[in-house]
């Protein structure tokens, strides 16, 4: 049994939401579901809903006396009453039957119409809030999830919202109210019994409907629980496609795609046979209550106290609660479906945002830039401590740079000024303002990012030119691309601006990412910048390429640079080498060297891998350029 079913089975929390099943009920789905029915602010769609609960009752009303015609006419036609003189009589009411069934359907379409958007508002809004909610919750919760079954989880949702507005409304309150006036017009017209019949025949059918659709659910819960899992690892596969190439592993990726197929083709094989047991016992359940009434309803007529009318409008009514009723087991399905799509929708909204502004929180207010690091520690676990006491001094537009080892807590020191995560003890300050005390977006607003791995959005170079800041114009888009060095590779290209540049832009090599992460940045024109090992997976050539673009960007900002290779780094104001969370040394390059301590070994090492790579180089040129002589000696012997 997969991981992700057996988790839902014993009750752990879900591995797309992290909540766990007991936190789901389909009463509070329902309760936060309502709402949606009559929103706040918005007049034009509440006058909607009202419109289309008039329609509904007009249509429920002409269902209802519908029958009532069809007696009329019967009657009219029996031998016993019908004559040459008044044959207009049936042939008026017989119009008026068919002129009741065109009112009835026309009112239902009718309520549809009015009602549709209101259903698609409610579906809009919740899937924007959700969407919301989903960039407010910490970054801990998305490197603990599955993008691709968050995915699936908001498109079932919201599917199930506009199915929940529209048939829980005009589906089973509609049908439960003509359900009521029938029993009560059969009690009145004929007698007692044919309300007890038609009543008992209704709630056997819907009681066995309920339950046999409960027992079914657990067998659709599982199969989204599959569908959600096939589907994560498709996602996940696709998205690292160049990984699964490199090691030829397409075949191992089919196989674990199937086997999650496979659970999920054994579940539906099992929805598809209870739901033929089910199909079947509601027709039995219904043709054995409408064969009384019909054996009743003879009888009447045998004795004389009922006419052949009375015997179609009983059936009528019947046939005509038959319809909503065989719908209503379809659509009750259908809203526990929904119910169980929309539970981990509403318990996505649910979460908690770890990270969140204090109330009334002040925008930053950077007047110079300074940022200070004041005894700061962190951990992501109890038992995983990450930095520990570390405290450094940034001045406006100064630089400071941190080195260390992989897992030193370099990157950590980028997310926690990000406020990403809340830091366990300690401080840090933008222009003596803590971070903690001003609101998250103008944070972020004052800091400029360019990251090691930049990853773009499958758009135009233009689009993610432009994502540092949305409303630039085309001019300043174009002045960025120059100043970060690649505004004359872009106009080279056939679309120019208007090249897409694939998923997570791979379409591009690692030096043009670079340059459009830092074209974004200089577009954003923040007042502190953070280049986070922006050039550790880079060639010689195109790193410093990168570094005289980097340089330019970083005139007159404070600066903080996470770095790997130390050659680019030797100009800073300040460097910090990191080791297990601690500062273990720091000043200027040349100062750290004379120490001859963690920096100088850490220097020395890669020195001497450059070295290596230089000689190994040279050496593989000198053999080349051998090779070339002997075969041009060759040649010229053999020509000779």
Known sequence: MPRRLKTALRGGPDPVTGVSPEGRNAVRTLVNM??????????????????AMLALVAAKGVTVYIPFLYKRAVDALSP????SAVVIVPVMLIVAYGVGRILMIALAQLRDAIFAKVGQNAVRELAVETFRHMHALSLRF???????????????????IDFLLRFSLFNIVPTIIELVLVCVILAY??????????????IVYM???FVVTEWRTRFRREMNDLDTEANTKAVDSLLNYETVKYFGNEEHEARRYDRSMTGYERAAIRTATSLSLLNTGQTLIFSAGLTALMLMAANGIAQGVLTVGSFVMINTYLIQLYQPLNLLGTVYREIRQALIDMETMFDLLQVPAEIKDKPGAPALDVSGGEVVFDDVSFHYDSDRGILDGVSFRVPPGGTLAIVGPSGA?????????????????????????????????SLRAAIGMVPQDTVLFNDTIRYNIRYGRPDATDEEVHEAAELAQIGRFIEALPQGYETRVGERGLK????????????RTILKN???????????????????????????????????VIAHRLSTVVDADEILVLDKGRVVERGRHEDLLARNGAYAAMWNRQRESEEEERRLAASEAREFEAKAELASDAADNGFA
């Open 34 to 51: 309502l709402p949606r029915l009559w929103p706040k602010g918005r007049a034009d769609l509440r006058l909607r809903v009202v419109c």
């Open 508 to 519: 591009l090599s690692g030096g043009e990412k670079q340059r459009v992460a830092i074209a």
């Open 409 to 441: 807590g370099k990157s950590t020191i980028a997310r926690i000024l990000f406020r990403f995560y809340d830091i366990s003890g300690g401080a840090v300050r933008i222009d003596g303002q803590d971070i903690r005390d001003v609101r998250q977006d």
């Open 80 to 83: 016993e009453t019908v004559a």
């Open 207 to 209: 009681v066995f409907t």
């Open 189 to 202: 017209a004929f007698d007692v019994w044919y309300s007890v019949v038609t009543a008992a025949t209704v």
């Open 526 to 560: 923040p007042p502190i910048l953070l280049l986070d090992e922006a050039t550790s997976a880079l060639d010689t050539h195109t790193e410093k390429e990168i570094q005289t673009a980097l340089k330019s960007i970083s005139r007159n900002r404070t600066t903080l």
């Open 142 to 160: 998305h490197l603990e999830r599955r993008t691709g079954g968050l995915s699936r989880v908001i498109e079932r949702g919201t599917k199930g």
